[in-house]
């Protein structure tokens, strides 16, 4: 088993900037990619960022890239999202996942574990 916590969401104004955390516990934390997903009201859960075992390699929506970057930590082991200039459309519940697979992985279904989530709101 794999448990994940995130931290980090909240309130912050458009264009400002947020760096979500993701800890993560259980069982050997390198051998899983990683991931980020988002779930705004109304709209499915969707991919934001992925990255490998490694942390080699990294994949990003259209949509934030240039904007978020994805990195991990393998020997403390945590998952970040930093967020820069922000948008009123990245406003969402964002969720750190975990598969245990080489990586980066974008198909949500994919994913074997979740976290519960942490809310983020940009206001304009």
């Known amino acids: 088993q794999v448990q994940l916590v995130e931290s980090g969401g909240g309130l912050v104004q458009a264009r400002g900037s947020l760096r979500l955390s993701c800890a993560v516990s259980?069982?050997?934390?390198?051998?899983?990619?990683m991931g980020w997903f988002r779930q705004a009201p109304g709209k499915e859960r969707e991919i934001v960022a992925s990255?490998?075992?490694?942390?080699?390699?990294?994949r990003y929506q259209d949509s934030v890239k240039g904007r978020f970057t994805i990195s991990r930590n393998n020997a403390n082991p945590m998952v970040y999202l930093q967020m820069n200039s922000l948008q009123v459309e990245d406003t969402a519940i964002y969720y750190c996942?975990?598969?245990?697979?080489?990586?980066?992985?974008?198909?949500?279904?994919?994913?074997?574990?979740w976290g519960q989530g942490t809310q983020v709101t940009v206001s304009s």
């Open positions: 996942a975990a598969v245990r697979a080489i990586g980066p992985e974008d198909l949500r279904s994919s994913y074997d574990y």
């Open positions: 990255i490998s075992r490694s942390g080699g390699r990294t």
């Open positions: 259980g069982r050997t934390f390198s051998i899983y990619a």
